[in-house]
Nanobody, 127 residues
Framework: QVQLIESGGGLVQAGGSLRLSCAAS????????IGWFRQAPRKEREFVAR????????YYADSVKDRFTISRDNANNTVYLQMNSLKPEDKAVYYC????????????????????WGQGTQVTVSS
């Protein structure tokens, strides 16, 4: 099966930045839409950002819009999440996920749309 591995998490002060990476195996990576989700303790997993198969369309949760940027490098089978102006409420485990069934759809907020998930990377933001 397809494997996804997140990296780049860590500890930053409020207002700082981090760049998360999602490295994927599989020759069909470029055919998938990729989403980022996050989950804080005792909270449901929530949608953060999505990029379509072509990479030309992106979609963001209102809570991160204008602060986070999703991008992809298909040649290296990698998707990135650039996070700027981080807030304490951004603290969570961040997961990337692959959607092979609706790769051209722009809006993709439901976890059920994604068939493959990474194990997550921790992001901590101090106040």
């Amino acid at each position: 099966q397809v494997q996804l591995i997140e990296s780049g998490g860590g500890l930053v002060q409020a207002g700082g930045s981090l760049r998360l990476s999602c490295a994927a195996s599989g020759r069909t990576f470029s055919n998938y839409a990729i989403g980022w989700f996050r989950q804080a303790p005792r909270k449901e997993r929530e949608f953060v950002a999505r990029i379509t198969r072509s990479g030309g369309r992106t979609y963001y949760a209102d809570s991160v819009k204008d602060r986070f940027t999703i991008s992809r490098d298909n040649a290296n089978n990698t998707v990135y999440l650039q996070m700027n102006s981080l807030k304490p409420e951004d603290k969570a485990v961040y997961y990337c996920a692959a959607d092979p069934r609706s790769p051209t759809a722009v809006r993709g907020v439901r976890t059920s749309m994604y068939d493959y998930w990474g194990q997550g990377t921790q992001v901590t933001v101090s106040s």
